[in-house]
């Protein structure tokens, strides 16, 4: 019987998952024994749209429909929590499986924290995480780097430092080192991730670790929470998952790939923080960038940690109605807002039409914060101060009482009595 804290390698029973999912399908065995036995009412996920550039949300809500969303998509950089509390209600009153990534992760445990998300009611199968690659990149950077046409390509995957491609012919690697050293490869957000293992889900599962004759027909899976035991054990005694205690060497193994992803992670964050500046040449540099700014709300609407019912960047009080670019009091608000938990998904960079890089700025605050403050966003439940107050009950005393001294009882307790 698996228990929190085992490390196994697992792997499908069930023929039609196996010839379509990747790492001998456990993942996707263990969802289907979830919707079976509605562990879960619906389990989503992402899965490929009219081809591998176009990653799509998908809610399956019978196991039927699973195969058809196994295997993985670098190039897909879609965050699911936002969507879960957008469109799903937060999962109040549906037990949802979901897919996640270290982002994906953290952006969960924020909007729990504030109680725009049920996590009660969540199960999170996390996977090991090496980056994504953008979209539109990912097709120039095939075309120029590899001379394939992106649109015969059928299948990516990156694998010991290589993004590879396969497509009818042939197949092709090149170093993700060398990929970036031209300024193609991960997206920035994903080179300075420093949560490549999200041990947060209930279950940690890839591809790092799995050594021997298991390599490649395996899932590594580390056993996080109770709710992850029950879910392998039950998968297990339905039949349509197999698992052994994880080879030794392959743990060693495990640590080891995961160190040099944070090593990496902390190189590139060096990098990109340093080229910002310090002090006033860093804030004339983002108020430079931010000039291009067409105020069209996507960094907002995509951000996991911006949820409130009024958004203030949208008060005249604040901000200027029409004036294009907008305000520096604009970006001031979101920074002040958002920093402290910053998850760096990187959402709000990547779907700017104006090719701002917002999450380098937000990721550099954020960073800054956390050596100030010693909160880590998105590993835990623990509340960043601002967050102690509920939004909603928050602008209901603005409104009656007519102050302006939001968060007046979290930071006046004498107030509270």
């Given at each position: 019987?698996?228990?929190?804290?085992?490390?196994?390698?697992?792997?499908?029973?069930?023929?039609d998952?196996?010839?379509?999912?990747?790492?001998?399908?456990?993942?996707?065995?263990i969802?289907?024994?979830?919707?079976?036995t509605?562990?879960?009412?619906?389990?989503l996920?992402?899965?490929?749209?009219?081809?591998?550039?176009?990653?799509?949300?998908t809610?399956?809500?019978?196991?039927?429909?699973?195969?058809?969303?196994?295997?993985?998509?670098?190039?897909?950089?879609?965050l699911?929590?936002?969507?879960?509390?957008k469109?799903?209600?937060?999962?109040?009153?549906?037990?949802?499986?979901?897919?996640?990534?270290?982002?994906?992760?953290?952006?969960?445990?924020?909007?729990?924290?504030?109680?725009?998300?049920?996590?009660?009611?969540?199960?999170?199968?996390?996977?090991?995480?090496?980056?994504?690659?953008?979209?539109?990149?990912?097709?120039?950077?095939?075309a120029?780097?590899?001379?394939v046409?992106?649109?015969?390509?059928?299948?990516e995957e990156i694998?010991?430092?290589?993004?590879?491609?396969e497509?009818?012919?042939?197949?092709?690697?090149?170093?993700?080192?060398?990929?970036e050293?031209?300024?193609y490869?991960?997206?920035s957000?994903?080179?300075?991730?420093?949560?490549?293992v999200?041990?947060q889900?209930?279950?940690?599962c890839?591809?790092?670790?799995?050594?021997?004759?298991?390599?490649?027909?395996?899932?590594?899976?580390e056993?996080?929470?109770?709710?992850?035991?029950?879910?392998?054990?039950?998968a297990?005694k339905?039949g349509?998952?197999?698992t052994?205690?994880?080879n030794?060497?392959g743990?060693?193994?495990?640590?080891?790939?995961?160190?040099?992803?944070l090593?990496?992670?902390?190189k590139?964050?060096?990098?990109?923080?340093?080229?910002?500046?310090?002090?006033?040449?860093r804030?004339?540099?983002?108020?430079?960038?931010?000039?291009?700014?067409?105020?069209?709300?996507s960094?907002?609407s995509?951000?996991?940690?911006?949820y409130?019912v009024?958004c203030?960047?949208?008060n005249?009080s604040?901000?200027?109605?029409?004036?294009?670019?907008?305000?520096f009091?604009?970006?001031?608000i979101?920074?002040a807002?958002?920093?402290?938990s910053?998850?760096?998904?990187?959402?709000?960079?990547?779907?700017?039409?104006?090719?701002?890089?917002?999450?380098?700025?937000?990721?550099?605050?954020?960073?800054?914060?956390?050596?100030?403050?010693?909160?880590?966003?998105?590993?835990?439940?623990?509340l960043?101060?601002?967050?102690?107050?509920e939004?909603?009950?928050?602008?209901?005393?603005?409104?009656?009482t007519g102050?302006d001294?939001?968060?007046?009882?979290?930071?006046?307790?004498?107030?509270?009595?």
């Amino acid at each position: 019987m698996a228990k929190k804290g085992d490390m196994l390698y697992a792997w499908t029973n069930d023929a039609d998952i196996k010839k379509k999912a990747e790492l001998g399908g456990a993942v996707t065995a263990i969802w289907k024994h979830a919707l079976d036995t509605k562990a879960v009412d619906a389990v989503l996920v992402i899965s490929r749209g009219k081809d591998l550039y176009d990653a799509k949300p998908t809610l399956v809500r019978t196991s039927a429909e699973l195969a058809n969303t196994a295997g993985s998509l670098h190039c897909g950089t879609l965050l699911l929590p936002k969507l879960v509390k957008k469109y799903l209600e937060g999962s109040e009153n549906m037990k949802l499986g979901v897919t996640v990534k270290g982002c994906d992760a953290m952006a969960f445990y924020e909007l729990a924290k504030r109680k725009q998300i049920n996590l009660d009611n969540v199960v999170m199968i996390g996977v090991n995480c090496g980056g994504s690659v953008s979209p539109v990149l990912a097709r120039k950077m095939i075309a120029d780097k590899y001379g394939v046409d992106p649109d015969v390509v059928h299948k990516e995957e990156i694998d010991k430092g290589q993004f590879i491609i396969e497509y009818e012919g042939g197949h092709k690697g090149i170093s993700v080192d060398e990929l970036e050293e031209h300024g193609y490869g991960r997206r920035s957000n994903c080179r300075r991730c420093k949560m490549k293992v999200p041990r947060q889900a209930d279950l940690a599962c890839g591809n790092w670790g799995v050594i021997g004759e298991k390599a490649g027909k395996a899932t590594f899976v580390e056993v996080c929470s109770e709710k992850g035991a029950n879910l392998v054990n039950g998968a297990v005694k339905s039949g349509v998952l197999a698992t052994e205690p994880a080879n030794p060497k392959g743990l060693d193994i495990r640590g080891k790939v995961e160190g040099a992803m944070l090593k990496l992670g902390e190189k590139w964050r060096k990098k990109d923080f340093e080229a910002l500046g310090e002090g006033k040449d860093r804030l004339k540099k983002i108020m430079s960038e931010t000039s291009r700014c067409i105020k069209c709300y996507s960094c907002i609407s995509a951000c996991p940690i911006c949820y409130c019912v009024d958004c203030t960047t949208k008060n005249p009080s604040y901000i200027t109605p029409g004036e294009i670019p907008p305000n520096f009091m604009f970006h001031l608000i979101r920074f002040a807002h958002i920093a402290p938990s910053c998850v760096n998904c990187g959402q709000c960079q990547e779907l700017c039409p104006a090719e701002i890089p917002n999450a380098l700025f937000m990721h550099a605050q954020q960073v800054e914060l956390e050596k100030m403050f010693g909160h880590t966003p998105g590993i835990s439940m623990e509340l960043p101060i601002l967050a102690y107050a509920e939004e909603r009950v928050e602008r209901e005393r603005l409104h009656n009482t007519g102050s302006d001294m939001i968060y007046l009882n979290v930071f006046n307790p004498m107030k509270q009595h």
